[in-house]
């Protein structure tokens, strides 16, 4: 009966130790996701690259209507938008762009102006045969129309961006909040299971 006894306390300190060394790394793991879902939380850039496939919509800043026109024809360089557009992009701005998005908003709608453009003449170029010179031409005379479209996908894009860094603000919290109630888990069944060696010690010196 000793031997088997012996047996037993033998074969559980060591399936003891094993789990210790486990919920140890566990733990470890753990935290360490927890950490990285913190910073990962707000670490979402936000995308203002023209994708073909796009679809064809508040927060109030503090900037004034002048400021905003003066840095949206700076970002425009020699290809000078039209105060129309100007001001229309200043009233999205004022009513839909977030006040940490303004710079990048302003700084990145020039790349996308001209990406969109290019798209749409490349576009009608083939399907109505037209020449360079003529979709040039319809360019100038409905010019006003091709700005509101731009304008337009501009906002779409910069309210599915917002979201997107929204849902991954939530994906990261929820997964950070998960580690920490398994960390707090694991680190439970860790004392639990240390209790068992004190036991077994007890034991080995109470039979000695």
Do not use: H
């Amino acid at each position: 009966m000793n031997k088997f006894l012996n047996f037993c306390f033998t074969f559980g300190k060591w399936f003891v130790s094993v789990v210790l060394v486990l919920l140890l790394i566990t733990g470890i793991y753990l935290g360490g996701s927890a950490i990285n879902n913190t910073f990962k939380a707000d670490s979402y850039k936000m995308d203002y690259k023209f994708a073909i496939n796009e679809p064809t919509q508040q927060q109030t800043t503090t900037q004034t209507k002048n400021t905003y026109k003066e840095d949206i024809i700076k970002a425009f360089g020699e290809n000078k938008p039209t105060d129309r557009f100007v001001n229309k992009t200043v009233k999205f701005i004022e009513t839909k762009v977030d006040e940490r998005d303004v710079v990048d908003v302003i700084t990145n709608l020039p790349a996308y102006y001209n990406d969109v453009k290019a798209f749409m003449f490349d576009t009608i170029k083939k399907e109505n045969k037209l020449s360079d010179t003529q979709v040039q031409q319809d360019y100038k005379n409905f010019r006003n129309d091709w700005d509101d479209i731009i304008l337009e996908k501009y906002t779409i894009r910069y309210a599915e961006q917002s979201q997107a860094r929204i849902d991954q603000k939530t994906q990261s919290e929820t997964a950070r909040t998960t580690a920490l109630i398994a960390l707090l888990v694991a680190l439970c069944m860790f004392v639990m299971f240390l209790i068992v060696p004190i036991l077994i010690r007890i034991e080995e010196n109470t039979r000695k």
